[in-house]
């Protein structure tokens, strides 16, 4: 096979063993329908009465010229190539035949010589649109992009008309950070070609960069609607999908590319990660698997595979995705540092994670991600005076920026003086969180302020139980006039606290008369003594695989003479039925409307034991005798190595070990069950009674009167 260099040779050798002139034939004639054959797109013809010309003229300069372009349209760039050298060497001041050959150099990669053949075409003919356009391809390539732009730009302003020029302008000026610019380019496209599917789809992608994902999602449709077996914008119309959270429709829209095209990497690696965002981890890992197979150095398919791969806790095999993913890719290099990071905290390497997740944050490589890792793991260590300054990263954090209350009024941590002044104090994460730091309220009103508080309608009956002068608000309605805001778990920040100055004095809510009512008739008189079980959290959490156990699981704990009570109003697949086959175990799911119902039920049982979930925060806030059931790797505010909470004094801790086995540590907690009396359960209270070192005065919290 000749190589690109040897066709000029190849073709010289041609022009020796010409056939004589004496069978030279009408060259024009033959030319006219040679070019009429290659405008109806018959290749085979026309380069057939080409070839036929350069028989008998082998230096015919427009025959060359015309069979190089042919050739290169058929993607035999290297002898096309070779044509046009032959046709510019009998015949060199043809603008045409340069931009030609140019086109040809670019499909070979030689950009630099590509522009140099557009500069002497542009020299003959200086409002050759396609020179420009061309040349802008060129230049876009070597990523020299506001070059391309004013070659685009010079392409329309001297073809209004140029569709190609306007749609590469586009292009580029998405590739600028320039969206809205782009935008009008793409339209003023589509304007001059609706029919071109590409144009569809690259406006669906520019919307998807402007946050417009219902419009992007017209794009993609109508760019699918014009070219069925267009597996790209099947690909993208998956990712809009997947960030309207509709991850069943992204995943048919991935499959459907697959089908199209299965060695469309992007399909396979983001139906991966669809699939992972919904924990199918094996199915996930099987599709970053094959789009490795697929492109073996692309380092996010690699990163994408260790995420897989921590999930299903095969942790050395994901650290070395993560190895791999940096070494392929310099910009990959900080992400795998902050992976890594997080992979050697789960298996328990603290020090190793600390120095994984710092070697993330080096200069030009920081992550809002790598810091608020750091953060957590500061916190789980119980380093405050750092964890807390580093938590408030969490707010660049990928999965929790869409929640950044973007307030005019300035955010307050401390550092101004609060007498006077009116604070908005609000909730930011799940249940969980904002019972646990609204503890903060009565010290911020101690402090001078006139205090709202924002909570989601679910908590806001059991906020209103605080003793603190502060008005309460509910997710959704307007917002009064506010000096200063505050997110509630930027407040231990605020208050510079340590482990030692934790607000712990409990019980800081308490049960609406009328609900603990309610409640102590529904359970009826007691008989025996009352345990309360929560097995499973918020399905949606993040970590929830880990911090949940299946109900299966705490059955050994029915042994115990007691009556147990379900303290939750959601069930996973399979406990509805347990729970029918259970009599000691009572379900009260249709009776738990809202936090209140729960801390009533709460308040008349005797103790719970649960996993780490909201309901676990409701009862240390009641001072109930608590017992959780925490994960190999539990959340920051557990700590290590501890069975008691300094910021629940009535809660016990129960740990997985190392084999992350929930049947441990159910053995141990019935184990400790039986260890206490039958009756009384003056064992189960509280160790201490932990007091504020703030001393604040008794105040009431009022709803907000939505007249006012």
């Given at each position: 096979m000749l190589r690109t260099g040897d066709h000029a040779v190849a073709y010289a050798v041609m022009i020796a063993n010409h056939e004589s002139m004496a069978q030279r034939r009408d060259a024009p004639a033959t030319l006219a329908a040679a070019m009429s054959a290659h405008q109806r797109g018959q290749l085979h013809e026309a380069e057939a009465a080409y070839r036929d010309i350069l028989r008998s003229e082998p230096r015919h300069a427009d025959a060359l010229s015309l069979l190089g372009m042919l050739l290169c349209q058929r993607g035999e760039h290297g002898e096309g190539v070779a044509m046009l050298d032959a046709s510019l060497a009998s015949e060199p001041l043809q603008p045409a035949a340069l931009v030609n050959h140019g086109n040809g150099l670019q499909a070979l990669g030689r950009h630099e010589e590509a522009i140099a053949d557009y500069d002497r075409a542009l020299a003959l003919d200086p409002r050759s649109a396609e020179a420009h356009n061309n040349r802008g391809n060129a230049l876009q390539r070597l990523q020299r992009f506001e070059e391309a732009l004013a070659a685009y730009e010079r392409a329309v302003a001297i073809r209004p008309g140029y569709f190609s020029a306007h749609n590469n302008r586009c292009t580029v000026l998405q590739m600028l950070g320039r969206h809205d610019e782009a935008l009008a380019a793409i339209d003023t496209a589509i304007r001059l070609n609706a029919a071109f599917a590409d144009a569809h789809n690259r406006r669906g992608t520019i919307l998807q960069d402007l946050g417009r994902e219902e419009e992007a999602l017209a794009g993609f449709e109508e760019a699918i609607r014009l070219s069925p077996e267009y597996a790209e914008a099947h690909v993208n119309r998956g990712n809009a999908l997947r960030a309207l959270q509709r991850p069943d429709d992204a995943t048919a829209c991935y499959t459907q590319a697959i089908a199209i095209d299965p060695a469309c990497f992007k399909a396979h690696n983001n139906l991966g990660v669809v699939l992972q965002e919904q924990r199918r981890y094996e199915e996930a890992l099987a599709s970053f698997e094959r789009a490795i197979a697929l492109m073996p150095n692309h380092p996010d398919a690699h990163f994408n595979r260790g995420n897989a791969l921590r999930e299903l806790r095969r942790y050395e095999e994901a650290l070395a995705c993560f190895e791999r993913a940096g070494d392929l890719d310099a910009r990959a290099d900080a992400p795998a540092h902050y992976e890594r990071g997080v992979v050697r905290g789960e298996i328990g390497c603290r020090d190793e994670a600390l120095a994984s997740v710092r070697d993330a944050l080096e200069p030009g490589t920081a992550r809002a991600e790598a810091n608020w890792n750091l953060a957590l793991l500061k916190l789980l260590l119980g380093n405050y005076e750092e964890g807390w300054r580093l938590h408030e990263w969490r707010w660049q954090a990928t999965h929790l920026r869409a929640r950044t209350r973007n307030f005019e009024q300035p955010l307050w941590l401390g550092d101004t003086p609060l007498q006077g002044r009116t604070v908005l104090l609000h909730a930011e994460q799940g249940f969980g969180d904002t019972l646990q730091f609204v503890r903060y309220v009565p010290w911020v009103v101690a402090l001078g302020a006139s205090v709202y508080v924002e909570v989601p309608q679910a908590l806001a009956d059991i906020v209103l139980s605080m003793d603190a002068e502060a008005t309460l608000l509910t997710h959704g309605e307007p917002l009064p006039d506010f000096d200063l805001h505050c997110p509630l778990m930027s407040l231990p920040l605020a208050f510079r606290t340590t482990l030692a100055t934790i607000p712990a004095r409990t019980p800081y809510l308490s049960t609406p008369d009328d609900r603990r009512a309610a409640w102590?008739?529904?359970?009826?008189?007691?008989?025996?003594?009352?345990?309360?079980?929560?097995?499973?959290?918020?399905?949606?959490?993040?970590?929830?695989?880990?911090?949940?156990?299946?109900?299966?699981?705490?059955?050994?704990?029915?042994?115990?003479?007691?009556?147990?009570?379900?303290?939750?109003?959601?069930?996973?697949?399979?406990?509805?039925?347990?729970?029918?086959?259970?009599?000691?175990?009572?379900?009260?799911?249709?009776?738990?409307?809202?936090?209140?119902?729960?801390?009533?039920?709460?308040?008349?049982?005797?103790?719970?034991?649960?996993?780490?979930?909201?309901?676990?925060?409701?009862?240390?806030?009641?001072?109930?005798?608590?017992?959780?059931?925490?994960?190999?790797?539990?959340?920051?505010?557990?700590?290590?190595?501890?069975?008691?909470?300094?910021?629940?004094?009535?809660?016990?801790?129960?740990?997985?070990?190392?084999?992350?086995?929930?049947?441990?540590?159910?053995?141990?907690?019935?184990?400790?069950?039986?260890?206490?009396?039958?009756?009384?359960?003056?064992?189960?209270?509280?160790?201490?009674?932990?007091?504020?070192?703030?001393?604040?005065?008794?105040?009431?919290?009022?709803?907000?009167?939505?007249?006012?």
């Amino acid at each position: 096979m000749l190589r690109t260099g040897d066709h000029a040779v190849a073709y010289a050798v041609m022009i020796a063993n010409h056939e004589s002139m004496a069978q030279r034939r009408d060259a024009p004639a033959t030319l006219a329908a040679a070019m009429s054959a290659h405008q109806r797109g018959q290749l085979h013809e026309a380069e057939a009465a080409y070839r036929d010309i350069l028989r008998s003229e082998p230096r015919h300069a427009d025959a060359l010229s015309l069979l190089g372009m042919l050739l290169c349209q058929r993607g035999e760039h290297g002898e096309g190539v070779a044509m046009l050298d032959a046709s510019l060497a009998s015949e060199p001041l043809q603008p045409a035949a340069l931009v030609n050959h140019g086109n040809g150099l670019q499909a070979l990669g030689r950009h630099e010589e590509a522009i140099a053949d557009y500069d002497r075409a542009l020299a003959l003919d200086p409002r050759s649109a396609e020179a420009h356009n061309n040349r802008g391809n060129a230049l876009q390539r070597l990523q020299r992009f506001e070059e391309a732009l004013a070659a685009y730009e010079r392409a329309v302003a001297i073809r209004p008309g140029y569709f190609s020029a306007h749609n590469n302008r586009c292009t580029v000026l998405q590739m600028l950070g320039r969206h809205d610019e782009a935008l009008a380019a793409i339209d003023t496209a589509i304007r001059l070609n609706a029919a071109f599917a590409d144009a569809h789809n690259r406006r669906g992608t520019i919307l998807q960069d402007l946050g417009r994902e219902e419009e992007a999602l017209a794009g993609f449709e109508e760019a699918i609607r014009l070219s069925p077996e267009y597996a790209e914008a099947h690909v993208n119309r998956g990712n809009a999908l997947r960030a309207l959270q509709r991850p069943d429709d992204a995943t048919a829209c991935y499959t459907q590319a697959i089908a199209i095209d299965p060695a469309c990497f992007k399909a396979h690696n983001n139906l991966g990660v669809v699939l992972q965002e919904q924990r199918r981890y094996e199915e996930a890992l099987a599709s970053f698997e094959r789009a490795i197979a697929l492109m073996p150095n692309h380092p996010d398919a690699h990163f994408n595979r260790g995420n897989a791969l921590r999930e299903l806790r095969r942790y050395e095999e994901a650290l070395a995705c993560f190895e791999r993913a940096g070494d392929l890719d310099a910009r990959a290099d900080a992400p795998a540092h902050y992976e890594r990071g997080v992979v050697r905290g789960e298996i328990g390497c603290r020090d190793e994670a600390l120095a994984s997740v710092r070697d993330a944050l080096e200069p030009g490589t920081a992550r809002a991600e790598a810091n608020w890792n750091l953060a957590l793991l500061k916190l789980l260590l119980g380093n405050y005076e750092e964890g807390w300054r580093l938590h408030e990263w969490r707010w660049q954090a990928t999965h929790l920026r869409a929640r950044t209350r973007n307030f005019e009024q300035p955010l307050w941590l401390g550092d101004t003086p609060l007498q006077g002044r009116t604070v908005l104090l609000h909730a930011e994460q799940g249940f969980g969180d904002t019972l646990q730091f609204v503890r903060y309220v009565p010290w911020v009103v101690a402090l001078g302020a006139s205090v709202y508080v924002e909570v989601p309608q679910a908590l806001a009956d059991i906020v209103l139980s605080m003793d603190a002068e502060a008005t309460l608000l509910t997710h959704g309605e307007p917002l009064p006039d506010f000096d200063l805001h505050c997110p509630l778990m930027s407040l231990p920040l605020a208050f510079r606290t340590t482990l030692a100055t934790i607000p712990a004095r409990t019980p800081y809510l308490s049960t609406p008369d009328d609900r603990r009512a309610a409640w102590r008739e529904r359970l009826g008189e007691r008989r025996r003594l009352r345990i309360g079980l929560a097995w499973s959290g918020n399905p949606r959490h993040r970590n929830d695989r880990n911090r949940s156990i299946a109900l299966q699981e705490l059955l050994p704990l029915l042994a115990i003479d007691a009556d147990f009570h379900a303290v939750q109003n959601e069930l996973r697949d399979g406990d509805k039925s347990i729970l029918e086959a259970e009599a000691r175990l009572q379900w009260h799911g249709a009776h738990l409307s809202d936090f209140a119902d729960t801390a009533a039920l709460l308040t008349e049982l005797d103790m719970l034991i649960t996993v780490d979930t909201a309901v676990a925060h409701l009862a240390g806030a009641l001072g109930k005798p608590l017992w959780i059931l925490l994960p190999h790797t539990p959340d920051f505010r557990w700590l290590l190595q501890r069975d008691d909470s300094p910021w629940y004094p009535s809660a016990r801790l129960f740990r997985q070990g190392a084999d992350r086995h929930w049947r441990p540590v159910v053995q141990r907690v019935l184990a400790t069950l039986r260890t206490l009396p039958a009756t009384g359960w003056e064992r189960l209270q509280p160790r201490s009674t932990s007091t504020s070192r703030t001393s604040v005065k008794t105040m009431t919290l009022t709803p907000l009167d939505s007249s006012e």
